[in-house]
């Protein structure tokens, strides 16, 4: 079992920065591939990032590519989405998930889920 924990989330003016954390508890964090999604009020959730358990691959959907940067640290079990020119539309309750052997953006590839910590962009 893996427990993840989100941080970080809080209210911003548009053209601000945020780092979201993720802190994991349990054996094999290094082995998982990690991913943050986010779920906009009344939307559905959604994709925002991934990456391996190497490091050696991430994606990003692509209305946050060259803003956000998705990382990990194996020895802090910690996962981290560093957001910058956020956006009102950027708004929404932020997920970091935990997969053992999918890597990508579908929801149902991922076994662990944290609970979730908001972002709010203001205008």
């Known amino acids: 079992q893996v427990q993840l924990v989100e941080s970080g989330g809080g209210l911003v003016q548009a053209g601000g920065s945020l780092r979201l954390s993720c802190a994991a508890s349990?054996?094999?964090?290094?082995?998982?591939?990690l991913a943050w999604f986010r779920q906009a009020p009344e939307k559905e959730r959604e994709f925002v990032a991934c990456?391996?358990?190497?490091?050696?691959?991430?994606d990003y959907r692509d209305s946050v590519k060259g803003r956000f940067t998705i990382s990990r640290d194996n020895a802090k079990n910690t996962l981290y989405l560093d957001m910058n020119i956020l956006k009102p539309e950027d708004t929404a309750v932020y997920f970091c998930?935990?997969?053992?052997?999918?890597?990508?953006?579908?929801?149902?590839?991922?076994?662990?889920w944290g609970q979730g910590t908001q972002v709010t962009v203001s205008s």
């Open positions: 998930a935990a997969a053992v052997t999918y890597y990508g953006e579908h929801e149902s590839g991922y076994d662990f």
């Open positions: 349990g054996r094999s964090f290094s082995s998982y591939a």
């Open positions: 990456i391996s358990w190497s490091r050696g691959y991430a």
